[in-house]
């Protein structure tokens, strides 16, 4: 009966549809998560977006438009049913229902969900202005950029996220704070030490990577949207799978609400603000003030909750391997495409990777991570 577009109607219908099944996987990923199992909750986000990417590419070329991705979503957690089911199943066949929990959990949990909603708010609204202020042309080229630079980063993130989470509250429930500190104090370094150049890199290599992933119509105003989203990308994945621990670690999560209602009224009102006086330009500049306005939001509340330490040693070492890295790679000429795209990581990640290892950034040496400087070289990439 809701008076849409016919393709739109089609879309939320799909979505409404595929919601079920992705509850049910996410159930079985988070449950292998708070479990230690980060490979075989990794396996199950990554089946999902790539299975997602695949099923939906081929059904919007197949003429389904909007509905295609969300159709691919859907299957994609159907085809990953099977792998979960049987031992989840079994779970929760033999658990009870008890009502304390249920209350405690929703007490916990519903200022987390809704807090997801206001993050959902973040990461949307600009496209909703730039629509009504602009055209659908700008939303084209500004979600093009964004998503090339935020879900790459976000990837990253998630794997930090899925084995630093559960490692922090076994931290805390076997040593106390003292050696949450410790922990929080290690995942931090390599946070920033993996993230940091991932978004420098991205938006050096901002322009062959739009040429080889996105269509000529898009790719030149997508480079020069990805620099600036993957800093809002750099800001957003500390805030959400760092700072945002305190919160859930002290269980106090209405305050997780009101740091997360900071950068999002934040956003829609710069983007008000912004958009009609500088146009695309305007969205480029709100979102990345608004995470940084919530990232300080989250640190100062968080800090009043469950003070987590910050590494400004490794943020200063990192911060000046990748300002090497940044001029190393801007020598390289502008080739074009996949030649320049491998010149550029493969340059970056060598210049990154040997200062890191030189300077023994993050003690990682000291720590037993002989093989880390490699990593950290590719992830650069």
Known sequence: LWPLHPGLKYAVLAGIAAIAPRTLVKLAQERRRAAG????????????????????????????????PLIGAGLAAMACLPFVLPTDGRLAVSGRLGLARVRAHAAYGLPVALSLILALVLA??????????????????????????????????????????????????????DALKTAAQEQAQLMVLLTLPAAVGLAMVAGPLAQLMIGPALSVGAAHVTPWIALSGLLGGLTTY?????????????????????????????????????????ALWATPASYALGLAASALLGGRSLALPIPWRTVGQAAGASLAMALAVSRVPALGGLPELALKAGLGALV???????????????????TLSARLARSAA
């Open 352 to 370: 990154y990777g040997l200062i890191i290892a030189l300077l023994d950034a993050g003690a990682l040496r000291s720590r037993g991570h002989a």
């Open 124 to 177: 949307t609204t600009d496209r909703f202005l730039l629509a009504r202020f602009l055209d659908e042309a700008a939303v084209g080229v500004y979600h093009a950029g964004y998503s090339l630079a935020n879900r790459t980063l976000d990837v990253v993130f998630i794997w930090l996220g899925a084995a630093g989470g559960p490692a922090l509250v076994m931290a805390l429930e076997r040593g106390g704070r």
């Open 242 to 282: 760092y700072f945002h621990q305190a919160f859930t670690l002290s269980r106090r999560t209405p305050l997780l609400l009101v740091a997360m209602t900071v950068p999002a009224l934040a956003n829609v009102a710069l983007n008000l603000v912004l958009i009609p006086r500088f146009g695309l330009d305007g």
């Open 37 to 68: 199992e980060v490979r075989a909750s990794a396996l199950l986000d990554m089946g999902q977006t790539l299975g997602g990417f695949a099923i939906g590419a081929g059904l919007a070329l197949a003429g389904l438009g909007g509905a295609a």
